[in-house]
């Protein structure tokens, strides 16, 4: 029997050949894949279909939370808990809160975008088939991978090392998982 | 298109003949490297043993109160709010250039932002010494956040002092959150480039298990946009906040309506003073001139001299208002600033912020290193005497004479405030030891390299 693997994976040495081949990879019907890279490449994010990602909705709610729950703090209390009384003046005195009504918006919506962005990439994950490949060392230097995952249903051993091969790599292996 | 292309991109943010590979093993190996150079040690070491004369001076206020200080009435604020302010106007040099200048698509700051922004955490965790230690009972110092408690009172939220406290803390939060975001991919190239298990396992914990992916540059590149955007209008409300402390109350010299831009543009100024201050002995220590080019210092230095500008027509339009607006207490302020005790203070800060820095118009004075860092002392010198005039001269002589009386500082004060700069060395200097002191994903976008060259649109 052989032994399962995580996916094969492609190196490459600039990011103009991993655009490219992630593009054909697309383009030969390949979903399940991922490219890795030492620096943000917009063209990688166009060619994978990445764009729609929730987060700028989980910002924008952890703002208003921030925002009411700062309001709230200071109308309770300003109002209710704690109301003082300095000649008259009305104890909604709303424009004093609005700073710290802005503080608690900027700090929620900061913590929420934190936050968002770990649980969005699924980290901390400490371990992860892909380092198995020891020249992904290199993937935080100065090298660039490509790797179709073996759950991609047109995945198939044989034929994915020679789809990877045609695209004219440094390198491909097998990534253990 | 090719060509079009070629002529609006910048020259070059760094040096040529980088390649990914040198600029991950440049930067990586001031971390990693075993030999430490002697600048380090000494810089360091002098970090350490001001760090012990703050910890002795905190020692003393401890056991005896405020009074080691020169804080005698009127002069109530002295020394701890002026080394406040300054400490956190520092700061916001290192946001100005993490978040305002990504948003603006400056990319030479790709080089600079890391070593700045530690700069900002560090110089608010200073500033946030002052205020706490100037409480008296600074044990009790959780007394200023809102908190269910058996005492059944609660900050007053209309208060300037208040707001002070959550302005000050969400900055601090929200700066190192940005740092540490931006810190994540550097934390797994040194994982993946150190030999040393100890460091792989530290490294590793903290890198979170970044491995680069597509998928997740993409989570993390509008992360990292969203949270400039949030930092940018909270850099600039923190010190506006900050003078609503002065300009809500209603001494003479503070009840102003420009003291707010006045105290962002002064920010500004020294940040990017202490910017410089740090940027030109690292990059010649660590014979980093490939990336911090001396591009990076003339822009720097730009910037010192337009909002060195900005705040000389702060003090031109402070002396004016008080003869235009006909306030006798205000007329009064600025006689006595101008010839009163505290004279040489107020004719110093004018030479230092005013008149030093004309010679920063000259390119000469700009491409020389060494002038550009005794330029960057001077203004950090000058900004922190304009915090001391506003707040001590203001305070000495206000509306009654017979309660006047004159602010002298003890050595208990210098032993504060020199010891917070102890504080500073002692945290930056750990930094660049442990981390990457320049942002080596971002400086790898700088790379001509890094550019994908379409086919099919050319």
Redesign the interface.
Known sequence: MIKPIYGLMAEFD???AL?EA?RAARERGYRKL????????????DA?H??H?K??LI?LLGGIVGGLAGYL??YY??VV??P?NVGGRPLH?WP??I??T???T??L???S??L???A??G??????P??NVPR???????RFFLCIEARDPLFDRARTIEFLETLEPREVSEVAP | MADEQNVHRPKTDIAPGY???TV??QIASVVLTKRTPIFWFISFGAGLVLLLLFLLAVGVLFAKGTGIWGLRTPVMWGFAITNFVWWIGIGHAGTLISAILLLLNQRWRNSINRFAEAMTLFAVACAGMFPILHLGRPWLAYWLF?YPNTM???????SPL??DV??VS?YA??SA??W??GLM?DL??L???THNRVARFAY??LA????????????????SL??AG??T??VL?VHT?VS?DFTIAIVPGWHTTFLPPYFVAGAIYSGFAMVLALAIPLRSVYGLQGLITDRHLDNSAKVMLATGLIVAYAYILETFSAWYGGNTYEQAMVWHRMTGPYAVSYWSLMLCNILAPQALWFKKVRSNPVLLFISAIVVLVGMWLERYVIIVSSLAQDFLPSSWSIFHATRWDWATYIGTIGLFLFLFFLFIRLLPMISI??V??LLP??????EAES
């Open positions: 600039n990011p103009t655009v992630a991922d490219a890795y890279s030492p620096f943000p490449i917009e063209e990688l994010t994978l990445l764009h990602h987060l700028p910002v703090l200071q209390v300003t808990y704690f003082i005195s004093s809160y700073i710290i802005f503080e608690t900027i700090l919506a900061a913590i975008a934190v968002g962005m770990l969005l990439c980290l901390p994950m400490p371990y992860h892909t380092f992904f060392a290199l993937a935080s230097r100065n | 390649t990914f590979g991950t093993d809102p059944g009172v609660q900050p007053n939220f209309r208040v707001w959550f302005a969400t939060t929200v959150l940005f540490y975001v991919p797994a190239t994982r993946d480039r590793g914990i979170m298990g970044w491995r680069g992916s597509a998928r997740h540059w993409s989570v993390y590149e509008t992360a969203l949270l949030l930092a209008p909270l409300s906040v609503f994903f971002e790898r976008t390299a890094a550019k994908v060259e379409e």
